[in-house]
Every structure is written in structure tokens, then in C-alpha cells.
């Protein structure tokens, strides 16, 4: 069965990648950061650059969020 234009083949892979793109929107609402497309950018368009681990990627995320005075209402 093919599938329609648009959207995902059917089967365990079409499951899993429709739960993944799910998951990418889901964690962009909350602001949880996306390592696989930082390391993605890092390598397409800073190839002298090593990315930073995961943790230290989500640290520097953080930090980021909430150094800034005045973005939060609590």
C-alpha cells in the first residue's frame, strides 16, 4: 500500500518517524532543546567546530533561557 501524498508510509517505521516529528514539535512548545539538529547545524555550517556534548549543549541552553531578566513571569 503506498502512501498518500504528504503523508508517511504505513508500519512500524512510519509510526516511529511520525512519533519523532510529534515529539520535535512537542519539545520546541516546552523549549526543551534539539541536540541532533544543533549537531546537524554545527557540522553543515561550522565544519572546524567540534559540537558540544549533550549535557553541555543543554546547560548552555539553559542558561541562555534563564539569564535573561524580565522573560519570566515567576
Known amino acids: 500500500m503506498k502512501a498518500s501524498k504528504g503523508r508517511r508510509a504505513d508500519g512500524p ?3 516511529r518517524a511520525g512519533a519523532e516529528d510529534v515529539l ?3 519539545r520546541r512548545i ?7 539538529a ?3 547545524h554545527v557540522r553543515a555550517h561550522h565544519p572546524d567546530e567540534e559540537p558540544l556534548s549533550q549535557s553541555a549543549f543543554i546547560e548552555k541552553c539553559w542558561d541562555e533561557k534563564y539569564s535573561r531578566p524580565g522573560t519570566r513571569c515567576c
Open 24 to 26: 520535535r514539535v512537542v
Open 38 to 40: 544543533y549537531v546537524a
Open 13 to 15: 517505521k512510519g509510526l
Open 30 to 36: 516546552v523549549g526543551v532543546p534539539d541536540y541532533e
